[in-house]
């Protein structure tokens, strides 16, 4: 029998993994007082499999990081109450012999409970369906004495990250949060250092990354890219070209890997090949010699394309992993899935639609554990 790619080992860095599916980060909205709970550590480890990655939910680098409230109940690591609080649920995914890597985030403007948020700009976010029906804050727009501070909030929340136990960190830089609207013209109508050229939008996002490198070091830091998402209004007028620089410069950098969404799907499942929306990100993978990530609705069989054809190294599930505790364990088996329940993904319940997903031999939803 042949391997299946998705489950084949693979060493990025330091880290020995045992298979290719990755838990995307994913906002799950139960940590009340931006506060991880107790019942977070179940949920992880329910995902953790011995030589698996994890990538925890987006985490806020500082108290106005956060601030949507059709996504409430976001977590931070930026007080060392925070850090105790993840560090149990830290250990219990490590006790399941798995990788853990903390997502930290500035949503900018995308913030509807705040006055004047931060953003790169002092436009507001777009009122659609898209953009959850939400009034958003008119932000305003970062001076450049200003973006020091927030560059070093990203730095203490890595460092706070690691002293929680995580192995390292993604910075998350896409889906139109802070790091994405300073990089996309989009959004970005700056004429200062930050703003104009593609050199200097990227600017923020790179002495971000400077920082954090230097601070716990290039082999613990991925970095969430975006390029070709509109997400929350935040669009770039050549994404070809942002993609390909930010994978330049971070190459130069040394960074572990890049976390990128996909610009689209199309899966040819009848010649056995990826679509055209996937080969958008070869440019990507042909200048970055870290370990490239893809996600963005990929199923089993499309993920077993990309390892195959050696278009990604690994592959991050979110919805289908929400759903499928086991989910590694159902790809090696060819197993049928459980569906997810959208009503739930945002729910403050501490299990239902959380840790209530049941695992292969179970016929009604449990408490699941492993």
Not at 19 to 30: D, G
Not at 32 to 52: D, K, L, S
Request: glycine share 10%.
């Amino acid at each position: 029998m042949e391997p299946i790619p998705l489950m084949t080992p693979y060493q990025m860095g330091p880290f020995e993994f045992s298979h290719r599916v990755v838990l995307a980060p994913m906002t799950r909205s139960r940590s009340y007082g931006n506060f991880p709970q107790p019942h977070a550590m179940q949920y992880y480890a329910q995902r953790a499999t011995e030589g698996g990655l994890l990538i925890s939910e987006a985490t806020g680098v500082s108290a106005d990081a956060q601030g949507m409230s059709a996504i409430p109940h976001t977590p931070g690591i930026w007080t060392k109450d925070q850090v105790q609080a993840w560090r149990p649920i830290v250990d219990s995914v490590h006790a399941k012999g798995a990788i853990f890597f903390c997502q930290i985030w500035h949503v900018g403007r995308a913030s509807d409970m705040q006055q004047e948020p931060i953003s790169s700009t002092d436009k507001p976010i777009e009122r659609t369906p898209e953009n959850y029906s939400m009034d958003f804050s008119t932000p305003r727009s970062l001076t450049e004495e200003e973006i020091p501070d927030v560059v070093n909030q990203f730095r203490i929340a890595a460092r706070n990250a690691l002293e929680a136990g995580f192995d390292g960190v993604e910075l998350h830089a896409g889906n139109g949060y802070l790091l994405d609207q300073f990089m996309k013209d989009g959004v970005n109508d700056r004429a200062d250092g930050y703003g104009g050229s593609l050199e200097n939008r990227c600017r923020f996002t790179l002495e971000v990354v400077d920082a954090v490198s230097n601070q716990i070091g290039p082999y613990c830091v991925g970095v969430r890219l975006s390029p070709y998402s509109g997400c929350l209004s935040c669009r770039d007028s050549d994404p070809d070209e942002l993609a390909v620089y930010m994978a330049r410069e971070l190459n130069r950098r040394d960074i572990l890997y890049l976390n990128v969404v996909e610009p689209e799907m199309s899966w040819e499942g009848d010649a056995g090949a990826l679509g055209a929306g996937h080969h958008r990100l070869q440019a990507m993978r042909d200048t970055f010699d870290g370990t490239l990530m893809v996600g963005g609705g990929y199923g089993r069989e499309e993920g077993n394309c990309a390892i195959a054809e050696e278009y990604a190294d690994l592959v991050a599930y979110g919805r289908l992993f929400l759903a499928n505790p086991d989910l590694p364990e159902r790809f090696r088996r060819n197993a049928p899935l459980n569906k997810y329940d959208r009503a739930t993904f945002y729910t403050d319940d501490p299990v239902v639609g959380y840790t209530d997903y049941p695992f292969l031999g179970q016929t009604s939803k449990g408490n699941g554990m492993m």
